[in-house]
């Protein structure tokens, strides 16, 4: 069953070319879903703290569809998916009037925050009405080619704007720092991001930003100092 929020865009939320920002339609979704989840009874904070569970984001596929501009009014829907073994499904659709600005399917894990085990659904006690995820033209997984060269571009420290509750760098602030390492006038073109959550980028870690051109497809990587792979993503450009 569809739960629906509606927000109004603010410039702030716009980047240079006055089209609000990727990682803003990342924002505006998630919030939806938070409203949705909390409309049960429970906040995501409240399981935090009570139940000493949290949903962590492994992967993201988003697709783009038309702009938008600041001050517009927007419907976000979205729904939980049939999950599968110790992972939860959520799809989301962003509407101006009857007009489809983006879609996205994401991919969620229950962690406990004292044993940092995976927990399955049934334990949060939330419970919806699954409807089918959105069919996209956006890689559900992602596979960096063995022909594709990937070239650093430099080094991102993870700062205080950038954390969550769980302190490391939340979901929502990797198409930003990926949008940094494109020239401008490719992030105007943007049209899907696919991103899988591999390990956390941690408060005072700094992250080493490797990037690749393939086919029409940007391919990005980031490594911490340790050497783990924190992020792989694809960017989709018209």
């Known amino acids: 069953m569809k739960f ?3 927000y109004q865009t603010c410039w702030h939320d716009t980047d240079a070319h006055r089209r609000v920002r990727p990682s803003q339609l990342l924002v505006y979704m ?3 879903s938070n409203r949705h989840v909390a409309s049960t009874g ?3 904070d409240e399981l935090r703290d009570q139940k000493h569970l949290a949903f962590i984001l492994s992967k993201i596929q ?3 569809y038309r702009p938008l501009l600041a001050y517009e009014d927007i419907e976000v829907q ?3 998916c049939p999950g599968r073994g110790f992972s939860s499904l959520r799809s989301f659709r962003v509407l101006r009037g009857k007009e489809v600005i983006a ?3 994401t991919t969620w ?3 406990g925050t004292e044993d940092k085990a995976f927990h399955k659904m049934e334990e949060t006690g939330y419970v919806f009405e699954d409807e089918a995820p959105i069919p996209l033209d956006v890689p559900a997984r992602i596979r960096i080619p063995a022909e594709a060269e990937l070239t650093e571009q430099g080094h991102r420290p993870i700062v205080y704007s950038d954390l969550d509750y769980n302190m490391h760098m939340n979901n929502t602030r990797y198409p930003d720092m990926l949008c940094d390492y494109m020239p401008l006038e490719e992030v105007d073109r943007i049209c899907g991001i696919s991103l899988s959550y591999l390990h956390e980028a941690a408060y005072g870690d700094t992250v080493t930003i490797l990037r690749a051109k393939q086919d029409g497809n940007l391919y990005f990587r980031t490594v911490n100092k340790s050497g783990v792979i924190c992020l792989e993503a694809i960017i989709q450009t018209k």
């Open 78 to 80: 979205t729904w939980t």
């Open 103 to 105: 879609e996205a399917n």
């Open 62 to 64: 988003l697709a783009i």
């Open 109 to 111: 894990a229950l962690i």
């Open 4 to 6: 629906s929020q509606r």
């Open 30 to 32: 998630q919030e939806a």
């Open 42 to 44: 429970m906040s995501l």
